[in-house]
């Protein structure tokens, strides 16, 4: 297995910055591609992720949309579609949450720390916590149901 990374080269475009609410203000506009090769060859993952720098307060956003997507967009609409991108913590605590659904309380805690930590950024990491929330529900109802029917 070898992981690649590569990067596109910059693109200066005008938006709404989202962190320190400047408008129309110059951002860097950055699409990264990694990828994952199997014996140098046969591509087993392959990301794309695309990032805005803001000039003013040097915030970087991510955007679901691909690079291309946004250079048309007016500054308003590339600002809407822009969110902080989840750091390490917000990622760790999705799947610890997801690991200690089943627990009563634990869980219930661990999962509301996780959303709180990825509800704005999104991805997989918002999806984890909204299933582990799901999940510790779940287990939370069953709990409480075996120990009123066992009394």
């Known amino acids: 297995m070898r992981g690649e990374t590569h990067h596109a080269e910059p693109t200066l475009i005008d938006f709404d910055c989202p962190g320190c609410g400047a408008k129309g203000v110059e951002g860097r506009l950055t699409e990264q591609e990694d990828r994952l090769n199997l014996l140098y ?78 509800f704005r950024a999104g991805g997989w990491p918002k999806i984890v916590s909204i299933v582990s929330l799901s999940l510790t529900g779940v287990a939370h109802v069953f709990f409480l149901f075996i120990a009123v029917t066992h009394r």
């Open 41 to 118: 060859v046969v591509t087993v993952l392959k990301l794309i992720n695309t990032y805005v720098e803001c000039s003013e307060c040097r915030a970087v956003f991510t955007s679901k949309a691909r690079a291309a997507e946004i250079v048309g967009l007016s500054p308003s609409e590339i600002g809407a579609r822009l969110a902080p991108p989840t750091d390490f913590i917000g990622c760790a605590m999705a799947v610890l949450a997801l690991l200690t659904c089943w627990a009563p309380i634990v869980g219930l805690v661990m999962a509301l720390i996780a959303l709180l930590l990825t």
